[in-house]
């Protein structure tokens, strides 16, 4: 779409919808031909890190999810009932190629998803389907040391192609990797890079990202080879970082930390390494092996639009490390804004704020595919009353249409978790973001049932009305 003038409305066919991913919802993790995947083989939840695999008799909730494999039809229902016009999963690797080695696809993985996608055209919903988010096979991981190997751009590319040719009349809409530039952390979730004992971390991460980039790029040229009129994303967490005081090095501290995160996309929608990359790797010993036409590649084939999280904000204090987890860096709590029970702060200014630094420095349409309120809920009378999430919600979507009328380019919006579904960071299930209620409890006890909570109705309306009623 092109902006030439000013504008209060969500432009028509604005993709309102909602987000999951494939590993905390589907359950089912090791039958249907499945072999196991990265996400399942943590113990605890991913923002822990990688402790070693779960043993036969823990519990680990996303082995069970929500039993989306066998209950989408009642809940694509109720997202129709919404008026979904999107709905982002994922699909899991390991359903298609079970250790990713494989020649040939497993067959009943394919058919799932052709059912799963077939509901939702059915329902008038598009599917958005990110390709990896997190559950890449185990296999790859402990053969190959992930990312690190240059193999794994094979097996990747094998795998999109297959899922190109197969859904390229269902799936219009991609995304490469989930939230790629969290590899910039401690984070073996995105990319399987479990660490070695004394390593320089830094150099495992950039290469393994180096060999992402090829791949995305890959993935970018083959879907437009296969499925010309899809568009393929970038999916990056773009929660953000605001430097905590106006002293000047807090400034410069705070512009290298968003840095960190802003090189992914940088990469992948300018097409070229970001040059202050390259002092960053010089002062920390990083030396990138490339192969001839990698670069190339990346410059031709950037991806056509920037898809990001945004769940809150923090600061940057001076001299303070950088860390974080699933939902953005976690800095020095601001005293200007609150803070949810989960300890994320809420900033929907920050979201407004967000959404113009993308659209100023990428200039490509943006896509927010997550954003949300994780709280406990409590059930009364079979009634769930969520104004908290309502507010959140109401607070966001006006922010994001203030974004509009600062000529955003905004694709659409799916609400990460419109049916609760089992937390990434924490594998909480008490940690809940969804209009629709699931009774399942942290220790795997509940029946599944799912039930209307009070913001199903507000989410309803806004789509109805494309976001004139918030
Ligand atoms: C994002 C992830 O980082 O944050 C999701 O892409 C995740 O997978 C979401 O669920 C919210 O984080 P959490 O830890 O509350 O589930």
């Not at 997190?134 to 690190?148: F, G, N, Q, T």
């Not at 609760?420 to 006890?445: C, H, L």
Request: glycine share 8%; with cysteine; charged share 25%.
């Amino acid at each position: 779409m092109m902006i030439t003038e000013y504008t209060d409305r969500f432009p028509e066919g604005f993709l309102w919808g909602g987000a999951v991913a494939a590993n905390q919802c589907e359950g089912v993790w090791d039958e249907g031909g499945k072999g196991i995947d990265l996400a399942s083989t943590f113990k605890k939840g991913l923002s822990a890190g990688f402790i070693g695999i779960t043993a036969d008799d823990e519990y680990n909730p996303e082995r069970t999810g929500i039993d989306f494999y066998h209950r989408y039809k009642e809940d694509i229902a109720l997202f129709k009932e919404l008026g979904f016009k999107i709905f982002r999963t994922s699909i899991a690797w390991t359903r298609i190629y079970p250790t990713g080695e494989e020649k040939e696809p497993n067959e009943a993985g394919l058919a799932f998803y052709d059912s799963l996608f077939d509901e939702l055209l059915n329902a008038g919903i598009q599917p958005l389907i990110t390709i990896s988010h997190y559950e890449m096979p185990y296999h790859l991981v402990e053969k190959y040391d992930s990312w690190r190997s240059r193999k794994l751009i094979g097996f990747f590319e094998k795998y999109c192609r297959t899922i190109f040719e197969r859904y390229r009349n269902k799936v219009k809409f991609w995304l490469t990797f989930n939230e790629i530039n969290n590899m910039r952390r401690n984070a073996g979730y995105v990319g399987g890079i479990l660490f070695h004992e004394g390593e320089n971390r830094m150099q495992a991460i950039y290469q393994a990202a180096h060999h992402m980039f090829v791949a995305n790029a890959l993935a970018v040229k083959m879907c437009r080879e296969i499925i010309p009129d899809a568009k393929i994303g970038v999916m990056c967490s773009l929660s953000n970082v605001y430097p905590y005081d106006c002293h000047p090095v807090t400034m410069l501290e705070t512009m290298d930390c968003r840095r960190r995160s802003l090189f992914f996309p940088d990469v992948m929608l300018r097409g070229y390494y970001p040059t202050y990359i390259y002092r960053l790797w010089k002062e920390n010993n990083v030396n990138i092996t490339m192969e001839t036409g990698d670069l190339d590649l990346i410059r031709k084939y950037t991806n056509d639009f920037l898809a990001f999280s945004y769940y809150r904000t923090t600061t940057h204090a001076k001299g303070q490390p950088f860390f974080g987890d699933t939902g953005g860096d976690n800095g020095t709590p601001n005293p200007f804004i609150e803070t949810s029970e989960f300890g994320w702060q809420i900033d929907p200014d920050g979201f407004r704020y967000t959404l113009n630094e993308l659209w100023d420095r990428y200039q490509v349409p943006l896509f927010p595919v997550e954003n949300g309120l994780g709280a406990r809920d409590t059930v009364e009378d079979g009634k769930i009353h969520d104004p908290y999430r309502v507010a959140y919600l109401r607070d966001h979507l006006k922010a994001m249409k203030e974004a509009v009328c600062d000529g955003v380019d905004i694709m659409g919006y799916t609400y990460w978790g419109p049916i609760d579904i089992v937390g990434a960071g924490t594998f909480q299930m008490s940690k809940r973001y969804g209009f629709i209620y699931v009774d399942k409890d942290d220790e795997g006890n509940g029946t599944l049932k799912r039930m209307k909570k009070d913001s199903f109705a507000y989410y309803q309306n806004v789509i109805r009305t494309n976001g004139e009623e918030l």
